[in-house]
């Protein structure tokens, strides 16, 4: 089965390529609310990062088509000293939108997972009350819907060659609200500087909400890890990343290196460029 591809370098307020209701799963992690290492003082305010996400929100809406899901990887977000609610306020956001909330998983990291830093380490300098900084291994994978899935609308064909991997599922606990799956190291080349996910959890979230055929998007497209995975598992997608000096690391990253159109017959790849991209201008 051939692909397409299309990575779009724009800011994702507004999705004006895509037309209404063609999209069959939407799955991303957006930037969180001015994270120490990756997007310090990207946003204005917190207000102004609710703002971005409701816009994007709506879009989302508008373009996925009725009775499909969209996940959003993200987590509440240390500032200063301050925590953010960004799991809550975006729930709301995208219930707002007009999605029913329907899953929160957990992601789990592994226990040595060490990347901002061991704030519990605070505790063992000074072992008395009020000390108590834990340190975070989780982050959320928040699982909304459009309206109502038909089931009858997919041919049989298309059901059984999109079949799930039942020994996968059950050997891996997909089936549980708490997924542990390895962070991408920092080490690791291609995501550098990128907030990446590992490519486990776009695996898992378009095997369970796609069919072979259908079109994945990821609004925030970073590395292009959704996008690599779509075309792992025969589906097409589209990207919207702001940062046009990531056009190299994706197109690598999803196997199309070298060219910024390509077609061999089978997988297709586009990028569009749009005029003006400015990063952070997100108003
Ligand atoms: C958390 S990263 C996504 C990482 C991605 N999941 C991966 O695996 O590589 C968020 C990305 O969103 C991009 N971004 C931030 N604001 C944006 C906007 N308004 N429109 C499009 N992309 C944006 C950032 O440049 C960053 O690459």
Redesign the pocket.
Known sequence: MSTQHKLIIG???SMEEIPDESIHLMV????YFNAPFDYKELFKNYDHYLG?LTKVAQEIYRVLQDGRIAVLNIDDMLVNGEKFPIVADATKIFQNAGFRYRDRIIWKKPDGYLRISKRSGVLLQNPYPMYFYPDNLLESILIFQKGKFIYRSISKETREDSKIDVKEFSNNKWYMTLWEMVNVLPGSTL?KD????PEELPYRIITLFSYKGETILD????????MKVARKLQRNSIG????KS?IPTITKKVGFEGQLTFDNNIDSFEVIIRENVKYGC?S
Request: some cysteine; glycine content about 8%.
């Open positions: 800011n994702c307020m991303t992690s957006p930037p971005v995501e990128i907030a990446a996910f609004p925030f497209a970073g590395s292009g890890t959704t919207i990343e702001i940062k990531l997100v």
